[in-house]
């Protein structure tokens, strides 16, 4: 039994040992310890008792913020209109938007999916799941030899804005000095209270001891960071833009839609958040929100009337209502990132839909017929889908106007981007077509049209160019407008350097309006169409 006891002391060494030679040598160093204890019983009595007074250190439990009872919280339940993502019915909806292609960016985020660190930092937490979807590299080590983007190693970064949060502006800023093209847009003023959710009462009002995602007031350093945060252009969106620029995101990688809401408005605890959204769901009209507070709400469902609403509620610390972002890389990787990830649902519903006589033609003989002039009738006669790759041109199109760069490029001055649009509409401005696109913004009979709704939210003043570019991309497909065009074909053939075919050729590529036929087919093509029309 003696040697049963050793070896059972031993019975790890000797499964680590070479044979029983190493057990019995390591016995044997073993006892010669213990012997030295049980011959001198006082000293072990003693040890034993100096052993047994001595209370571990602990580790003292996690306080939260401004929380001085010390008091704890386990999640909160979600609202009932919201939906989600883990229930059956948010499965169900997540299937049916996979199927239809409508749910392009949730891999790459649910990829970077992080929970923040601290309970005000879900600007940075949302801002760093969106980096490492975009794929960009910080030039910064994170860990060892790994560089990675974190919220302690963001480029422009206070240290003390992770114990402060962001606000609205400072969130595009950011993004925009750690290698992002960010556009970004403030929903228009509200008008009505939204009582629909008024009747639910399974959220109780806020816990005094919860910390709402703050912001923080102002910028109170010098640096040329603090200066850029006031030189964020912020525009006005209509719920028609918020929802197309939704669509566009999740139909393609690479190109994203981060919010800054209200939790109050969707009948939460807390109330400023950022969240990026991650799909959309055509069918129930809603959107999936990738909630980075995981510890308080899971992921979750939320109709994009609702979500626009909580984007209308004023933020204090700023005095401006809250908004959304459409975030990609910088513009000088753009044009790259459009080639490896193309929305390819659009784009092949666009040019059905264009090439099929029963479709856009269709519709745009019926507004003819109905007595609206043909650029008006061809502009609100474009798909669903059209307009969706029209966001993309957009978003291209602003930031190349606005000259955006990161800090990773050599900087590009506003100059440049204000001359190249004067070139641009100094090129296109004496052709009829211009005049009559002017007409088109300026007049309210046709307010309610989404697209007119898109152009001007998006490139404001320069809404009539684009729909003078427009009109030229069209004017095979509408041949009714190509005497607007005036000496348009002549301004494309003869100057290969022109502002205006350069940007032809990039609306025409991300519209899918690439012409890969001879002058003889196209005008072939328009006799086609005109004889169609006359018949």
Known sequence: FFFFFQAEDGIRDFCLSRGLGDVYKRQAEYMGMYGLLKRNRQLSTIIRRTLANTTTPQTPPA??????NNQSIFRRK????LVPFCSQQGKTMFKEALEVGEMEGFFPLAEQFVTQSEPITCGTSTLIMILNSLLLDPQRQWKGIWRWYSEDNLHCLNPDYLSKGINFREFAALAKCNGTSVQSFIPFEKTSYDSTYDNIKDVKPNNPTETPCVVNPKCKSTSAFC???????????????????????VRREGFLVAVNMSRKHLRQTGDGHFSPIAGYHKGSDQVLMLDVARYKYPSFWCSVQT????????????GMSRGFYLL???FHH???ICRVSDDLVSSKNTIADLHNPNCFR????????????PLESALISLSEDFRILLIYYLFDFANRAECQHSIHDPPIGAEEGHTYLQDLTSEISHLPVYQVAKSIVDRSSIENSDIIQILKNFVEDQAPLIISLLAISLRHYVPEIYPLCGNADELLLHSRRSNTL???????RLLCLDYKHSPRKQEAASKRLTDSSQQ
Do not use: C, W
Not at 228 to 249: D, T
Not at 502 to 508: A, D, L, P, V
């Open 227 to 249: 200066k850029s945060v006031g030189q964020v252009r912020i525009k006005k969106s209509s719920i028609s833009l918020f929802r197309h620029a939704i669509k566009a995101s």
């Open 63 to 68: 306080t939260v913020l401004n929380n001085p």
């Open 362 to 373: 269709k519709r745009f003989m019926q507004h003819v017929h109905e007595g609206m002039k």
């Open 328 to 330: 990609t890389r910088d």
């Open 334 to 336: 753009y044009a790259e």
């Open 307 to 318: 979500l626009y609403g909580s984007l209308q509620n004023e933020d204090r610390s700023t």
């Open 502 to 508: 350069n940007e032809i050729s990039k609306m025409n």
């Open 78 to 81: 979600l609202p009932e209109f």
